[in-house]
T-cell receptor, first 113, second 112 residues
Framework: QKEVEQNSGPLSVPEGAIASLNCTYS??????FFWYRQYSGKSPELIMF????GDKEDGRFTAQLNKASQYVSLLIRDSQPSDSATYLC?????????????FGKGTLLTVNP | GAVVSQHPSRVICKSGTSVKIECRSL??????MFWYRQFPKKSLMLMAT?????????EQGVEKDKFLINHASLTLSTLTVTSAHPEDSSFYIC????????FGPGTRLLVL
């Protein structure tokens, strides 16, 4: 059973701080990793993806991947109240062609003004 | 790019009626689409994988005769909730596969 683990939170940070969201996965064969943001009452929205070890930056967001440790994280710099949402880590099933994603349970982030 | 729409966004129906939800990929073709449902404050639950031109693959515990899925074109998949009951009230979300899954905005179903 492939697993994706996230701290459910809630994670509370003050406005302007760095929010750090973490995710571990069990399948060593996983090659790609996705972060989705889900606002309350809305559907998930893709915000970042990463395939290679190291860091990938996109605006205020940085995804970090360490395949040896089976760990992927999302850093949000200069956090804003509008970043308050649940962040889902997702890992595609490795092998096969069914494209299913295994989601973590999500981390609820609250950014306090 | 990668825009997915759903229609309707909200629907209220009487118990025993059927409801059809449409999922469209607007700017790309999607051989594979997925249907999820989500209860308040709960995780996404995958219901089925919809493949264009073939039968859907349902997850364990999801009744295929109750949740009919049709994926007749590369841009449209439909989910029909047949003989809906109040316990089917939920947030139904589709996604379309490109390099990853892109989600539609969801359909909120309320069965009275």
């Amino acid at each position: 059973q492939k697993e994706v683990e996230q701290n459910s939170g809630p994670l509370s940070v003050p406005e302007g701080a760095i929010a750090s969201l973490n995710c571990t996965y069990s399948d060593r064969g996983s090659q790609s990793f996705f972060w989705y943001r889900q606002y309350s009452g809305k559907s998930p929205e893709l915000i970042m993806f990463i395939y290679s070890n190291g860091d990938k930056e996109d605006g205020r967001f940085t995804a970090q991947l360490n395949k040896a440790s089976q760990y992927v994280s999302l850093l949000i710099r200069d956090s804003q109240p509008s970043d308050s949402a649940t962040y889902l880590c997702a890992v595609p099933n490795s092998g096969g062609s069914n494209y299913k994603l295994t989601f973590g349970k999500g981390t609820l982030l609250t950014v306090n003004p | 790019g990668a825009v997915v729409s759903q229609h309707p966004s909200r629907v209220i129906c009487k118990s025993g009626t059927s409801v059809k939800i449409e999922c469209r990929s607007l700017d790309f073709q999607a051989t594979t689409m997925f249907w999820y449902r989500q209860f308040p404050k709960k995780s996404l639950m995958l219901m089925a994988t919809s493949n264009e031109g073939s039968k859907a693959t349902y997850e364990q515990g999801v009744e295929k005769d109750k949740f009919l899925i049709n994926h007749a074109s590369l841009t449209l998949s439909t989910l029909t909730v047949t003989s809906a009951h109040p316990e089917d009230s939920s947030f139904y979300i589709c996604s379309a596969q490109r390099e990853t899954q892109y989600f539609g905005p969801g359909t909120r179903l309320l069965v009275l």
